[in-house]
């Protein structure tokens, strides 16, 4: 059975991967220098100049950066906008060993700010912004946003349960020793139990970022992935 650490750790971790997943697949993310051809194409390609001028001062990613994100976002999503069946096929590739089907489903639920059943290039970027160059503390406000699924402010045991079976499931054959059915609800006893200081049944806001700043394991996974692009 895992340690409770790696459970919180694990959930922190998917979230951002599950980000990088989605920029592997629109070919976003490269580790090699743009070459000549790509850094004119790259000056000459003026993609919607003041939706980018905002969204420059509004995230953390330059102009060119945005530029980059654009193009490819608008050429695997030429409508402008992913869908949550999108978002489902794409795991469903980079986790075939399991069911990423409803993991799927929350982390579409947390980029679609304005709940309208859509992802848009300005929803992407803006958590994207956060995933991967944001504070400490506007990472795990994001992380909290996922785990209230019901986005009352709070987050209850089954919320808790419901985020943690979908990344068990995800993962299918890769966690090792096999889970047993009941592990999952066994590790969220003991996750909440630590998170849930005043034993009301919820954990909020302010609980849930105390509990992970504490927790050394937790704040080295949010390092893990800045700069990546």
């Not at 969204?55 to 060119?64: G, N």
């Not at 059943?117 to 160059?133: A, K, P």
Request: charged residues 25%.
């Amino acid at each position: 059975m895992w340690e409770t650490e790696g459970l919180q750790t694990l959930g922190i971790v998917v979230i951002v991967c599950a980000s990088l997943k989605l920029l592997h697949l629109l070919g976003l993310i490269s580790f090699s220098e743009d070459s000549v051809e790509d850094e004119l194409e790259l000056s000459a390609a003026r993609h919607r100049p003041e939706a980018l001028e905002q969204l420059e001062a509004q995230t953390r990613f330059s102009r060119k950066e945005l530029q980059i994100l654009y193009r490819g976002f608008k050429n695997e999503c030429p409508s402008g906008v992913v869908n949550e069946d999108t978002f489902k096929e794409i795991y469903s590739q980079f986790f075939p060993q399991g069911d990423a089907s409803t993991y799927a489903h929350f982390l579409f639920d947390a980029f679609d700010t304005d709940h309208n059943g859509s992802v848009s290039f300005e929803d992407f970027v803006m958590g994207l912004s956060i995933l991967l160059r944001g504070t400490v503390q506007e990472k795990l406000n994001w992380a909290f946003n996922l785990y209230d699924i019901n986005k009352d402010g709070y987050v209850t045991k089954e919320e808790m349960l419901d985020i943690i079976k979908s990344i068990y499931d995800m993962m299918g054959k890769c966690t090792y020793p096999t889970l047993k059915e009941e592990t999952p609800r066994q590790h969220v006893e003991i996750f909440f139990q630590k998170m849930d200081k005043n034993r009301d049944g919820v954990v909020t806001i302010d609980e849930f970022i105390d509990c992970c700043q504490n927790d050394e394991n937790i704040m080295k996974s949010m390092q893990l992935f800045e700069n990546v692009i």
